[in-house]
């Protein structure tokens, strides 16, 4: 494997404290040196001044959909979506066809990681049907980094107990999805002005959150390691907020669109914008942004959730909910952030590393000297415009289609190797594959 060095660039890593103009040294397959004017000779120069370099993005809620709906995506082109999008970590839910809920199911999904690295999560319970739990220990043996029955939450409160009392055993974190189906009901929207003027069947915030409080309740009961899946309320945050206050070993994330949109961009019934949970108002909006600021909320994760033309080709109530977002991960949290003047650079860039590495306690999100090397380099500034046939994924159902972001990938390194670069810089982008790079790439001759 060649050496390379990154030579120039704005290196920002949130879990060592770095913002300072240095050089990158990348030596098998590892971070060999950080520091002002590397010599090295041997290696080749990539020239990256003017651009941010970071750990590659740690995403801990991504939908491969493999094995089952491998016409949604595969966990090829899964991680070929994440690299394009500065994604080098990758966690996989178990809610695939069949669910992961066997030892060999786990091998299979991380065997399959080429560009990222794919961690697998396991099912909590058998089939995700919420009633017999799976074999924690020989889950965790087989490479699963926490344990989820996401898209469904685990109705029985013993169950779930129990739950939180065997993976604590084997030392791994249970995922839960908060949202009680009673309370959900049919609806398809968040339940206000905005589901009352769209004639859409409502959601009412409580649906999430009753079931927070619960887990909450259940976490500190057993002492185990909680974590809180797509957090979309005011009320979740506040109640994730006492909770760590009180000791509650708990963490939580929410998404970019969580953050980027309201129930009021549902009237538009585009289904992409079909979501569960539903998109929220923006007084939930403010409080998801001030739960990032104030390290309520640990992580920023996509919840990549990919589906066909066809699928999404319907009714907005009778859509499948989910949107693609391993690709416009970091520039929504760019623009809607970042360029907000919400949160600061490097403080946006540790929810999006070092924040989701820690809550799962999975390796990646640093740039220390003798980790694997993965890296993504972006141009924080570019203004562009998301064009359809500009996604990797195998599906297109994101509301972000039309929409002009700023904060663009320009290069990605996965374990030493480069495994997307952009080969254009023009600024429109709209409509078009701009920017196409070449995912497989060992030699290197850029100037980026």
Known sequence: MKRMILRGGRVIDPASNTDATLDVLIADGAIAEIGSSIDAADATEIDVSGLVVAPGLVDIHVH????????EE??????HAAVHGGVTTVAAMPNTEPAIDDPSWVEYVRARGREATVHPIAAITMGREGKTLTGM???EAA????FSDDGCS???ANVMRRALEYASMVGRPVIAHCEDPALVGHGVMHEGLASTRAGLRPIPAAAEEVMVARDIILAADTGARLHIAHVSTAGSVELVRRAKADGVPV?????????????????????????????RTSADVVAIMEGLADGTIDAIASDHAPHSLEEKQVEFDAAPPGMIGLETLLPVTLTHLVHSGAMTLPAALGLLTSGPARALDIPGGTLEVGVQADIVVFDPNTEWTVGADWFRSKSRNSPFVGRTLTGRVRMTISRGRIVFEEESHDEGCSGGGCGSGNAERDELAVNV
């Open 154 to 156: 685990v109705l029985s």
């Open 251 to 279: 963490t939580c994330e929410t998404c970019p669109h969580y953050f980027s949109l309201t129930d009021d961009d549902v009237r538009s019934y585009d289904t992409s914008l079909r979501v569960n949970p539903p998109l």
């Open 74 to 79: 595969t966990i090829a082109s899964g991680t």
């Open 143 to 146: 490479g699963a980094v926490a």
């Open 137 to 139: 220990a020989e889950l």
């Open 64 to 71: 491969l959909r493999e094995p089952g709906r491998e016409d």
